[in-house]
């Protein structure tokens, strides 16, 4: 699988916008998914995940009820809509898969990863 993140931009405060993350390969569908933010001089935060299914998904607390995640396997694609955006989401975003069984919310278990799409927020 090869991971295509795409729709950042730059948009006001307040505003939204859906990042989508297409996939290549058969096997989409078996993958757990998930989206990344990092900024210049942090590490890599956890923001979203979705299970294999779809049935589960898992969001960074302070994030839970602004950003949605969600699936489309016919399209082999993971969108992540943001609504009331800030300026502290500006970050460079990344899409991942991973297949094993351990936690969602850790870089380390993730195997593929995007390239990143830039989100800027401003005030």
């Not at 931009?9 to 939204?16: D, E, I, K, R, Y």
């Not at 995940?49 to 950003?67: E, M, N, P, Q, V």
């Not at 943001?82 to 300026?87: F, S």
Request: net charge positive; glycine share 12%.
């Amino acid at each position: 699988v090869q991971l295509q993140a795409s729709g950042g931009g730059l948009v006001q405060a307040g505003g939204s916008l859906r990042l989508s993350c297409a996939a290549s390969g058969r096997t989409f569908s078996s993958f757990d998914m998930g989206w990344f933010r990092q900024v210049p001089g942090k590490e890599r935060e956890f923001v979203a995940a979705i299970s294999w299914s779809g049935a589960h998904t898992y969001y960074a607390d302070s994030l839970k009820g602004r950003f949605t995640i969600s699936r489309d396997d016919t399209k082999k694609t993971v969108y992540l809509q943001m609504t009331n955006l800030k300026p502290e989401d500006t970050a460079v975003y990344y899409c991942a898969a991973k297949s094993g069984v351990d936690g969602y919310y850790y870089t380390r278990n993730y195997d593929i990863w995007g390239q990143g799409t830039l989100v800027t927020v401003s005030s």
